[in-house]
Nanobody, 124 residues
Framework: QVQLVESGGGLVQAGDSLTLSCAAS????????MAWFRQAPGKEREFVGG????????SYADSVKGRFTISRDNAKNTMYLQMSSLKPEDTAVYYC?????????????????WGQGTQVTVSS
């Protein structure tokens, strides 16, 4: 099993920056890919971005490209989501996810492990 714990959410104003963390523990060697998803009230969970542990390659949703950056600390088994120029439409619960495959999938069903989520609220 793999445990994922997100942290760093909060209430910010439009244009502000915020960094989320996702700490992985357990059988982390069984996971090759990690990603961030988000879910706003009344909407489906959507892909934000993801990364591969092997080479650090990242991919992002068009809606966050250029504003959000994923990084990782292999020694700490931690992935980060640096968010800048935040908009009210970025308001959502942000989830960390992991899977054993080497491809960064954009569908939530492709991921085996999930964190509990952290709330990000952007006020206008």
């Amino acid at each position: 099993q793999v445990q994922l714990v997100e942290s760093g959410g909060g209430l910010v104003q439009a244009g502000d920056s915020l960094t989320l963390s996702c700490a992985a523990s357990g059988r982390t060697f069984s996971t090759s890919t990690m990603a961030w998803f988000r879910q706003a009230p009344g909407k489906e969970r959507e892909f934000v971005g993801g990364t591969r542990w092997s080479d650090g390659r990242t991919s992002y949703a068009d809606s966050v490209k250029g504003r959000f950056t994923i990084s990782r600390d292999n020694a700490k088994n931690t992935m980060y989501l640096q968010m800048s120029s935040l908009k009210p439409e970025d308001t959502a619960v942000y989830y960390c996810a992991a899977r054993s495959g080497v491809l960064v999938h954009t569908t939530s069903a492709s991921y085996d492990y999930w964190g509990q989520g952290t709330q990000v609220t952007v006020s206008s």
